[in-house]
């Protein structure tokens, strides 16, 4: 065998066995979601739930996860608007506008990634307090939902690398700079703004701290929250447990599944720098 093929063929053995562990956990958390308590503890775990059942799916309607599954969408899509829009506009600027202290600013900015985001918990909760917003479904948006400095530095990197010859033919043509946002930037960034669309999703579908503190009681509570008071309500119910875990990580995979080609080209295009 060449050593070119032999090199490729070892190189998909060792993907194909890191991609059965990373998956692993969660094919057995489907399947034991499908078992009936019984089945479970009667039964070695890798078996096949024989029959299935959707009774652990059922429950959780009852259990109000419905309603946790659209306050947790509602949170995510307010979250990637906000997060889309703002860090757009903070990264043009960045970019593509000339203004004093521009690069000092923006520094300035990024830097603050290096401070732990458990340092801000408290500050926003003080602040929601004051705003009277606590335990309202703006506490849970109002703190994420202006851009973050990982969006604007990913979506600033990739509007560099838009020619400066078609912004200032635009510029020439009479186009202002929201018109040259809109019109030039947008367009051909789509690919980047799906990148951090998922991201935005995947950061915050699962988010648990700050729901936690900013809200109480059913009415605003999110998905990782009702799950946890769920696992403390439910001891040793695993099948119950798991089918909250399978419905928690569905829509992640749905969203990858629809967003991958963008993520790829991004990535493509980001290499040719």
Request: charged residues 10%; proline residues 7%; contains cysteine.
């Amino acid at each position: 065998m060449p050593s070119g093929k032999r090199d490729s063929v070892s190189a998909y053995l060792v993907l194909s066995i890191a991609a059965l562990l990373i998956l692993a956990p969660y094919a057995l958390s489907v399947l034991t979601s499908l078992k009936t308590p019984q089945q479970y503890f009667t039964r070695p775990p890798l078996d096949f739930p024989d029959p299935a059942t959707t009774a652990n799916y059922t429950a959780l309607g009852h259990a109000g996860f419905g309603r946790a599954a659209l306050v947790t969408a509602l949170v995510v899509a307010f979250l990637v608007l906000g997060q889309i829009v703002f860090s757009a506009m903070a990264a043009f600027a960045f970019a593509h506008l000339r203004f004093r202290g521009r690069d000092a600013l923006f520094w300035m900015y990024l830097a603050t990634l290096m401070v732990p985001p458990v340092t801000t918990v408290m500050p926003w909760y003080l602040i929601m307090g004051e705003l009277g917003l606590r335990g309202t479904f703006w506490a849970l948006v109002l703190p994420y939902v202006l851009g973050s400095p990982y969006a604007v530095y990913l979506l600033r990197e990739n509007f560099r690398q838009i020619p400066e010859e078609l912004i200032t033919a635009a510029r020439l043509d009479g186009a202002s700079a929201f018109d040259v946002f809109y019109h030039v930037i947008l367009p051909v960034s789509r690919p980047i703004l799906a990148t951090l669309a998922l991201i935005t999703v995947v950061a915050n579908w699962n988010g648990f701290l700050w729901p936690l503190i900013a809200t109480s009681g059913p009415k605003w509570q999110v998905l990782s929250v009702a799950t946890a008071n769920l696992q403390s309500r439910e001891v040793g119910n695993w099948t119950l447990v798991t089918a909250a875990t399978t419905v928690a990580i569905l829509p992640l995979l749905v969203c990858f599944i629809l967003a991958g080609r963008h993520i790829v080209r991004s990535i493509a295009l980001t290499g040719l720098k």
